[in-house]
């Protein structure tokens, strides 16, 4: 599997409502990030569902490199 792309080098924080799922992209390239946007297709990547089980804030992984999956790990300051 290759690397996705580094969309960022710090977490993105969003605003989630609790039961709601987000569509986390895997692959660095979507224009919509942290989110997906369809960029991956025709690539192996897919995008990862994340759903909020509480309202308030979370930190998504904008590196692509968290052991967390859509969430940060601080993955980051390794780059």
Not at 13 to 18: F, L, N, S
Not at 36 to 48: A, M, N, R, W
């Amino acid at each position: 599997m290759s690397e996705p792309t580094v969309a960022g080098t710090a977490p993105i924080m969003i605003e989630v409502e609790a039961g709601k799922s987000y569509w986390w992209c895997s692959c660095g390239k979507s224009a919509k990030q942290p989110f997906c946007d369809g960029s991956h297709k025709g690539s192996e990547f897919v995008p990862t569902r994340y759903e909020a089980t509480a309202t308030g804030k979370a930190w998504f992984c904008a590196c692509k490199r968290s052991a967390k999956g859509a969430l940060c790990d601080g993955s980051h300051k390794k780059l």
